[in-house]
């Protein structure tokens, strides 16, 4: 004969519930406010981008006396302190972005979405981050899309880099800090004249 299984304890398995539901409570609340907390420091980002629209829109190249590659640069140095209050909010998260310029992509965090011809960089070397990589802690939290140096093809008219010498990474640097700030200048153009 067998004995019948014991009677469940009711009141521990109430009292487990109970401490349950209140630690799914103080779970939600923590994550509540982890998410307040981020979105509370994104908004001081909006902030500093809505200074800078508001000084683009009251800025008149011809009005101030500026030459426009000033306001441009003046523009440039704004962005970048937006974008530097932005890593320090993301990085309170343990967001930090992926450095691929002037390296060569890893095929698990960077897409390759153009090749550009040059002599001017060796073959697989980063020129520019399209879209830029993020790890948040030690995973990718966005691949990175960036372009790449190939080797240009016989007869291109391509010049060889000056001296024989791969210009420095202060050079390259250089180099897409200019398409910025014509990039950049096209379209300040386009929202001064509508």
């Known amino acids: 004969m ?4 014991p009677e469940p304890d009711l009141d521990f398995l ?6 349950l539901a209140t630690r799914m409570e103080r779970l939600k609340d923590e994550h509540r406010d982890e998410k307040s907390r981020l979105l509370f420091s994104l908004i001081s980002v909006d902030d500093a981008l809505l200074r800078t629209q508001a000084w683009l829109a009251r800025v008149d190249p011809e009005a101030s006396g500026l030459p ?12 970048d302190s937006v974008g530097e ?23 698990e965090v960077a897409d390759v979405v153009e090749l550009w011809p040059t002599r001017e960089a060796e073959p697989g070397t ?27 093809p016989p007869g291109s008219g391509i010049p060889a880099p000056r001296d024989g010498k791969e210009p420095g ?3 390259r640097r250089a180099r897409s800090h200019a398409r910025s700030a014509r990039s950049t200048a096209r379209r300040v153009r386009r929202l001064q004249h509508g």
Request: aromatic letters at 2%; charged letters at 35%; hydrophobic letters at 45%.
């Open 2 to 5: 067998t004995t019948p299984p």
């Open 14 to 19: 109430k009292r487990r519930c109970a401490a």
């Open 68 to 79: 426009p590659g000033e306001v441009v640069r003046q523009l440039l140095d704004q962005v």
């Open 85 to 107: 209050l932005l890593q320090l909010r993301l990085r309170e998260f343990d967001v930090r972005p992926l450095r691929l310029l002037d390296g060569h992509p890893d095929a």
């Open 126 to 152: 980063v020129l520019e981050e399209r879209r830029r990589g993020f790890l948040l802690g030690a995973e990718i939290l966005r691949r990175a899309e960036v372009v790449v140096a190939v080797e240009p």
């Open 169 to 171: 990474r202060d050079a």
